[in-house]
């Protein structure tokens, strides 16, 4: 298995790698999304997705979260087979995401939002939540007091009040942040989260992520915005038509000229 | 405060048969309004919060009706244990089926509980050696409350406006938990709700399983309150009027369900005056509601209150500047 999974240098891999991804297929009718990606992340990094329009990084993403069915490989957290687990099942193992398409709970507040996000965190019975037990009440305020911290690491304390449907679209993205936090997760994937926002919401945004990663989580990013990759990623990985193109730091991944020609080459070629 | 609403209603509960004693209005139809409360706030935990619709709940208004019905009379079962048992067989058939239609969603899963709620009925017009067929069962025993018989109107109207303001609470309580945000989340987004670890079938399932309970709790009070029951109080067009009542309050508000439910009521009885036209302006207003207030009853009358409200204040501020 090893042999497929491409050679990093030793210096970045340390023993056993928080996300373990070998040999993904995922195909939908003939179209092959995923045609047997391999890559490793290790804890602690910020570590980007990039490829063109329908290169498999949203593909890859729900893949990694259960919501497809890959049909071969494996998926390795945490010495876990995430493969054929449901959804909820792998959010339990500590993984948490935001999406590319809003998917805030539009009929519910900020904070309520962001409590859903919490629901791994305690338990509470159908009983004793009608009764509305004592035990019940403390759950509830230890929920709140969760949520109010994820949204004061996101700087959205002062909306926690407001229905979600009525923020601005970059704020609607924080949410989606502080919601996927709240959860505590070991793992963050965040799929295009820069995507319609303006220069200072990325530069803010930009904070945000290592601000993240500094607490310990590591983020798995699929961004289009390469100032924004480029200025906060540790490592890259490459996608182009459902096959990891390359792998490696910025440095090394600006520096590819395999990188290169799918991003302007295919446009060059184009135009000629 | 966060029950403050639940205290004034649960307060008009109380005085209302203080205030008017002795009046038809308030113990009988009040008693039939409760009685659609408990139905409607449960569909509503349902329709309104999970996102899932039902249009054969008369089917679990029928099973607790026919549960009390059918063990009081010729199990001679106490009448209060005939109720818990009704409670019990509706929450096991409601969890039996749930995941299964559950599955389904929107049209196809309104044509499965639609299935559901005419199957029901069927049998309970063709089973006639349990169930009594299309001439129902009579003799049902009043409810005995450990010794106490509860006998009148207005002991009647006592029982099931306690029993409603107890649903009423619990729904309340429900909703602003874990287990309601998690249903609302199954609502807002079900990928989202499931990436936080919430299990989405199983959250339906509760959801379903709950306003089962209570639409048997009702039925139950309705059989040994009327003493007698038959298949016309549980088929289709009560399912619909069940549906009705939680789309006319407004969804995902337990007061709206409460609105809903006293304003069809009400307006069922009201309309009577009318003999033929009844339906004919039945359904004009439920039209008319639901054009000018799409949000139901209860969002639409609270906003108009305010806005009502503000203009006053404003014109008061217009002439103290004249």
């Known amino acids: 298995m090893t042999a497929m999974i491409a050679p990093l240098p030793l210096s970045s891999t340390p023993a056993s790698p928080l996300l373990a991804v070998t040999g993904l297929e995922q195909s939908f009718g003939g179209v092959m999304a995923l045609a047997g990606v391999s890559f490793q992340v290790a804890e602690g990094l910020v570590y980007a997705v990039i490829g063109p329009n329908g290169a498999g990084k949203t593909t890859l993403f729900n893949a990694l979260c259960g919501f497809y069915q890959p049909s071969s490989g494996s998926i390795r957290f945490t010495e876990r087979e995430l493969l054929g687990l449901p959804t909820h099942r792998i959010a339990a193992c500590g993984i948490a995401r935001t999406f590319q398409n809003l998917q805030l709970f539009f009929n519910m507040t900020v904070l309520e939002n962001v409590m859903v996000g919490c629901h791994l965190r305690t338990k509470t019975s159908l009983f004793a939540a009608a009764l509305r037990l004592p035990r019940v009440r403390r759950q509830e305020q230890r929920l709140r007091d969760w949520a109010i911290e994820a949204l004061e690491l996101c700087e959205l304390a002062d909306r926690a009040t407001q229905s979600a449907g009525t923020l601005p679209y970059g704020l609607m993205k924080r949410v989606e942040i502080a919601r996927a936090l709240a959860a505590k997760p070991r793992l963050l994937l965040l799929d295009e989260p820069a995507a319609g926002l303006n220069d200072t919401e990325t530069l803010a945004l930009r904070d945000l992520i290592t601000r993240i990663r500094d607490s310990g989580v590591t983020i798995l990013l699929v961004e289009h915005h390469m100032p924004l990759v480029m200025g906060v990623s540790d490592r890259l990985l490459v996608l182009d038509y459902g096959s990891v193109l390359a792998e490696g730091t910025p440095a090394e991944i600006q520096a590819d000229p395999r990188v290169v020609a799918a991003y302007l080459g295919g446009a060059v070629n184009y135009a000629v | ?322």
């Open chain 2, 1 to 322: 405060m966060r029950l403050a609403g639940f205290y004034i209603f649960a307060a008009v509960v109380a005085l209302l048969p203080v205030l008017f004693p002795d009046n038809y209005f308030v113990v009988v139809v009040g008693t039939s309004a409760g009685l659609h409360v408990i139905l409607a706030v449960g569909l509503n935990l349902l329709i309104g919060y999970a996102g899932q619709i039902s249009l054969g709940h008369a089917a679990f208004f029928g099973l607790g009706a026919y549960a009390s019905a059918i063990l009081s009379t010729r199990f001679d079962w106490p009448s209060l244990l005939a109720l818990v048992a009704g409670l019990i067989a509706a929450g096991l058939i409601a969890w039996v089926f749930a995941r299964p239609i559950l599955r389904l969603r929107g049209h196809y899963l309104a044509m499965a509980t639609l299935g559901f709620g005419i199957i029901a009925h069927v049998i309970m017009v063709q089973a006639t050696q349990w169930t009594g067929g299309p001439d129902g069962l009579a003799g049902i025993p009043p409810l005995n409350l450990l010794g106490w018989q509860v006998d009148g109107d207005l002991q009647w109207y006592g029982v099931i406006a306690a029993a409603m303001l107890l649903v009423v609470w619990l729904s309340l309580n429900l909703v602003d938990s874990q287990v309601g945000r998690a249903l609302r989340a199954v609502h807002g987004s079900e990928f989202a709700a499931r990436m936080m670890g919430i299990d989405t079938a199983r959250t339906k399932t509760q959801a379903f399983v709950v306003s089962a309970v209570f639409a048997a709790f009702a039925g139950s009070l309705f059989a040994h309150q009327q003493a007698f029951v038959s298949p016309d109080s549980f088929n289709l067009t009560v399912s619909v009027e069940l549906v009705t009542m939680v789309v006319l309050g407004g969804l995902a508000s337990t007061f709206g369900a409460v609105c809903g439910a006293i304003a069809l009521t009400l307006l069922q009885q009201g309309l009577v005056v009318f003999e033929d036209y009844e339906m004919l302006i039945h359904g004009a207003l439920l039209m008319a509601v639901m054009i000018f207030m799409p949000q139901g009853l209860f969002v639409g009358l609270t906003q108009a209150a305010h806005r009502l409200g503000s203009t006053l204040a404003r014109s008061k501020f217009r002439r103290s500047l004249d």
